[in-house]
């Protein structure tokens, strides 16, 4: 199960990842917002990473203007490995590499075309499970 979050200023993209998500058969929990009234990015980051810290859903898919701020909250959660992402090749390499488990963009900065491919190579790429790659996930878990 994907877990989705977002402010106002990712409201109008996650109704298109949801409609990708929805034609593609993929399960979601939407844990907010819902509408284009301001709201604060935080509580709906904190929601996704908790579900995901909780083992109620596997990846989270987190959306605000510019990604930035909801990407730096979720990071705050030990556990929680999220990547800001506006290209396929960072998505498929931070799956492939840190073994990323949200993703986070802009819906400012990303259109609706680019972000249905980046959640799709996001979901759809393995982490490689290399030994160097597990060990720096390990040195990113430990103060």
Do not use: W
């Not at 990015?41 to 203007?65: N, T």
């Not at 993703?103 to 959640?119: D, E, F, H, N, P």
Request: with cysteine; hydrophobic share 40%; net charge negative.
């Amino acid at each position: 199960m994907i877990a989705l979050g977002c402010d106002h200023g990712g409201y109008e993209l996650k109704q298109e990842i949801k409609k990708y998500l929805d034609d593609s058969h993929i399960a979601y929990k939407d844990f907010g917002c819902d509408s284009m009234e301001a709201t604060d990015y935080p509580i709906y980051a904190k929601r996704v990473a908790h579900a995901i810290l909780d083992g109620e859903c596997e990846k989270g898919i987190l959306i605000c203007g510019t990604g930035i701020g909801i990407s730096i909250t979720a990071n705050k959660f030990p556990g929680i490995r999220a990547a800001l992402c506006s290209d396929c090749f960072s998505a498929e390499a931070t799956r492939l590499h840190n073994d990323a488990n949200v993703l986070a963009m802009g819906g400012r900065v990303v259109g609706a075309g680019l972000a249905v491919k980046i959640v799709d190579t996001f979901l759809n790429t393995e982490f490689s499970g290399e030994e160097r790659h597990k060990n720096r996930i390990a040195q990113i878990e430990t103060e």
